[in-house]
């Protein structure tokens, strides 16, 4: 792996610090502003006996974020880390601000969306309070759902909990707390690759601090604001390749671990009120020009299909097909089956053809969340999470088909 | 053979529950309410916590959050008449999520999966 180096600037000195709030870059200057803002007033609220910095990485030499980064005023002493130039990907950058953690000692570590508009004091309070209280990874909870995020309700999520056994609601979540010892692990960890060094980071983090057996909390964030992260429009197909990509590529590393998991156990929760219910509150739904890939000529991917997936799956699949476009109907056990086959032939082929790979995947995804979106179409938004809780009962069931076919 | 702590303001819910799962082999345990529940637990190392949510002056999944906080790994399933409290988000910090009956059949392989889920996450 080649060592990435960063040099830094800003005004305020920092050689120590017990709370890093780490903002990677973002595309808004006016959205980062007001991160950096509520950043700073969290920390004066929730933690004035810290000391405490923000850190905002930035590969783009004139971004417009970078200046709204300096404009902004705080209290708060500011660090900007900037890669050497022609260095990208969010992953890269995150990677630089774990080792910054690492340097400063600091205690706790929380990367702050600076997309969201959703982001207030409260947000720095619960990603960070539960790191001085024993937990060393937090990931987000948002409290609204609409399908807001498909590629999470339907690749990594049940993927991740199925294999690794931890039930990580948001594990791209986009707003992490991260214990200053678990920034350790990040910053020297041995697996990287491109799809980490990317849109792969934090299904990445999530991931090893499950395999660390590190103690895990969801914080409650309210909703993040649509548009903002999580929000389907940001769903690209490079995201796609590169999350599925960074999971398929760690499972052959980390099988010892999941192959001895079976079902998948909870984590805490922060950020609750006490005798007050905590319900899911409703979102715009998924556009539906989004909701499937009728649309898409199927038939160049054909001969990948009959590569990767097994016998069963195969004949599920063309099941799914001979219907449309009058129906769509697509199990989700059938899904779960397909996307371990996935992973049985990621481990096989990998390499170069890994983009063409992916890239066969997504048609069938785009079935699978139209199915979905079908299926749950007038569900109220506080019922919609028990057909990904479903999802995900059928990966767990289905993961002895992966085991097996692992064998192969 | 695992052992069970039951968490029920209903007698005849504590007294059922005991006499099935001891049939099953489990070592059972009671609790009539959330009253110092946590040094209960701490006392008498249970394998698995079966919680009512609906609790006379106890909120079970208040309870739950607190339990989960000091045991972290501790199986814990919620049990209730009622399946609506599934929609509180506070109830993710359960292992599972049983609607009581008189049949306790679903009980009984959920205590199961949670006990396999909780053995193969700790090795």
């Known amino acids: 792996m080649t060592q990435v180096t960063f040099s830094e600037c800003g005004p305020d000195r920092a050689d120590r610090a017990d709370i890093v709030v780490g903002i990677p870059p973002v595309g808004r200057g006016h959205v980062l502003s007001h991160s950096v803002e ?9 933690f004035p006996d810290r000391q405490a910095v923000i850190i905002h990485s930035d590969h783009d030499l004139a971004s417009e974020a970078r200046d709204s980064f300096w404009t902004t005023k705080t209290r708060t002493p500011r660090l900007l880390l900037l890669p050497d130039r022609g260095v990208t ?15 400063l000692k600091a205690r706790a570590c929380i990367i702050l969306d600076g997309n969201s508009k959703g982001v207030s004091p409260k947000w720095i309070r619960n990603l960070g309070e539960p790191l001085f209280n024993g937990f060393g990874f937090v990931a987000p909870l948002y409290t609204a759902h609409r399908f807001s995020s498909p590629l999470t309700d339907h690749v990594i999520y ?15 979540g986009g707003s992490f707390g991260i214990s200053g010892d678990l920034a350790g692990i990040y910053a020297e960890h041995p697996f990287w690759d491109d799809n980490v060094a990317n849109a792969g980071i934090y299904v990445w983090m999530t991931t090893l601090a499950i395999c660390h057996n590190v103690r895990i909390c969801q914080s409650v964030l309210g909703r993040p604001e649509p548009g903002g992260r999580n929000g389907p429009l940001e769903e690209s197909p490079e995201t796609f390749r590169q999350a599925s ?62 590569e990767v997936l097994g016998p069963e799956s195969l004949s599920g699949l063309d099941d799914v097909l001979a219907k449309l476009p009058s129906r769509l109907e697509f199990p989700p056990e059938l899904w779960a089956r397909i996307l371990f086959d996935y992973a049985v032939a990621h481990r096989t082929r990998g390499g170069a053809s ?21 299926q749950c179409r ?31 | 053979m695992a052992k069970i702590l039951i968490v029920d303001d209903e007698e005849h819910i504590r007294m059922l529950y005991q006499v099935e799962l001891e049939d099953e082999g489990y070592e059972v345990s009671t609790a009539a309410d959330g009253y110092k529940l946590l040094d209960k637990i701490e006392r008498d190392r249970p394998d698995l916590v079966l919680l009512d949510i609906k609790m006379a002056g106890y909120n079970g999944l208040d309870l739950l959050q607190e339990i989960r906080n000091r045991f972290y790994d501790l199986p814990v399933i919620l049990c209730s008449a009622y399946d609506s409290f599934k ?37």
């Open chain 1, 354 to 374: 890994e983009e063409v790979l992916l890239s066969s995947l997504i048609p069938l995804y785009l079935l699978r969340r139209g199915a979905f979106l079908r």
């Open chain 1, 38 to 46: 509520q950043a700073d007033l969290g920390l004066r609220l929730y």
């Open chain 1, 245 to 306: 990509g960074t999971l398929f590529s760690m499972m052959p590393h980390l099988s010892p671990f999941w192959k001895k998991v079976r079902w998948s156990r909870p984590t805490a929760v922060f950020g609750l009120c006490p005798g007050e219910p905590e319900l899911r509150q409703p979102m715009e739904p998924v556009r539906t020009e989004r909701e499937g890939a009728m649309e898409t000529d199927l038939d160049p991917y054909r001969g990948l299909w009959e």
């Open chain 1, 378 to 408: 007038g569900v109220p938004a506080s019922h919609a999470e028990e057909y990904v809780e479903r999802e995900c009962v059928a990966f767990e069931e289905a993961k002895a088909y992966l085991t097996e076919r692992w064998r192969e």
């Open chain 1, 89 to 103: 990907g969010k992953g890269t950058l995150l990677r630089a601000l774990f080792r910054k953690t690492l340097e």
């Open chain 1, 158 to 172: 049940p993927l991740t909990r199925a294999l690794y056994g931890r039930r990580v609601r948001q594990p791209m």
């Open chain 2, 87 to 123: 929609r509180d988000m506070k109830s993710i910090a359960a292992d599972f999520y049983v609607v009581k009956s008189s049949d306790l059949t679903q009980l009984k392989k959920t205590i199961a999966m949670a006990l396999e889920g909780a053995t193969s996450s700790s090795g």
